[in-house]
């Protein structure tokens, strides 16, 4: 039930979140930070991106049929919303920034989410499938972050202040508890009503924990932010650490 729900979430994120970001970057909507020839490239990573959705898609479509899982009646996911909404509310002025920083962190948080599941599958045809999908990963990681370290010393002082505050909301909506979801995994494998309601209680009310794996499935994206200096913001650097993306006084450790 975890990979199919890895699978339809990373499907649902390529084409509604990532294609967004990628068609702001096409369109030449951040002409003022970024070259035309390089705004052109996100062209490729739009047409990778929907061939990861549709090849992800129906791998997940075939394991609900081999183990006779439902499909989700969840429309859209509590992830999808929530990044739909921090876009739906940014000011005018600022949302494509807002849809290029919300696909900064998904593309550079999610080869480290690819390599966790191969991890754990053991399976040969989906670790082949998910080695595809890293090595293109890793390729649009590395154009996002080298995007972002061209766009952030081009923002403004209250620019730079709004978005590192808004970083951490962003990779706390990737990472937001999905109550929905594990009730039904609970109650898939046989727990009643309230041995789902203790679980999920207990998962939920956590902090420390989720904290602490927060902090490690956005490691690339926070060396990232180091690098280009984002700490170095006061407001940015205390909203991370309200976050708990950050402790006070440490550094971000390689990933």
């Known amino acids: ?5 890895f699978l339809d979430d990373t499907a649902l994120t390529e084409h509604r979140i990532v294609n967004v970001a990628a ?7 951040l002409r003022a930070y970024v070259p035309e020839p390089l705004a052109l490239d996100a062209l490729k990573l739009y047409t990778d991106e929907g061939y990861h959705a549709w090849f992800t898609a129906r791998a997940c479509q075939a394991i609900r049929v081999v ?6 009646e969840d429309e859209p996911s509590a992830k999808i919303a ?3 909404a921090l876009a739906a509310q940014a000011p005018p002025a600022w949302r494509d920034l807002t849809w290029f920083m919300i696909g900064f962190v998904a593309e550079t948080m999610v080869t480290k989410a690819i390599v966790d599941v191969m991890r754990n599958s053991a399976q040969s045809a989906i670790q082949r499938m998910l080695l595809v999908h890293l090595e293109d990963e890793w390729v649009h990681a590395k154009y996002f972050a080298q ?14 202040r709004h978005f590192g505050q808004l970083l951490p909301r962003i990779m706390a909506a990737f990472h937001v508890h999905d109550e929905p979801f594990l009730r039904r ?13 203790k679980a999920s209680g207990r998962l939920a ?9 927060l902090r490690a ?26 976050a708990g993306l950050l402790e006070r006084g440490a550094s971000v450790e390689p990933a």
């Open 67 to 72: 183990f006779a899982i439902p499909a989700s």
């Open 82 to 84: 929530g990044l739909e």
């Open 1 to 5: 039930a975890r990979l199919v729900r």
């Open 185 to 197: 995994i609970l109650a898939h494998a046989g727990l009643d009503a309230a041995a789902c309601n």
């Open 147 to 160: 995007l972002f370290r061209l766009i952030w010393p081009g923002l403004d002082a209250d620019a730079r």
């Open 23 to 29: 068609q702001v970057i096409a369109e030449n909507r």
């Open 217 to 242: 499935a956005c490691a690339n994206t926070l060396q990232v932010l180091q690098g280009c200096g984002v700490f170095g913001e006061s407001d940015a650097r205390e909203a991370f650490i309200r």
């Open 205 to 213: 009310g956590d902090p420390a924990r989720h904290a602490s794996r």
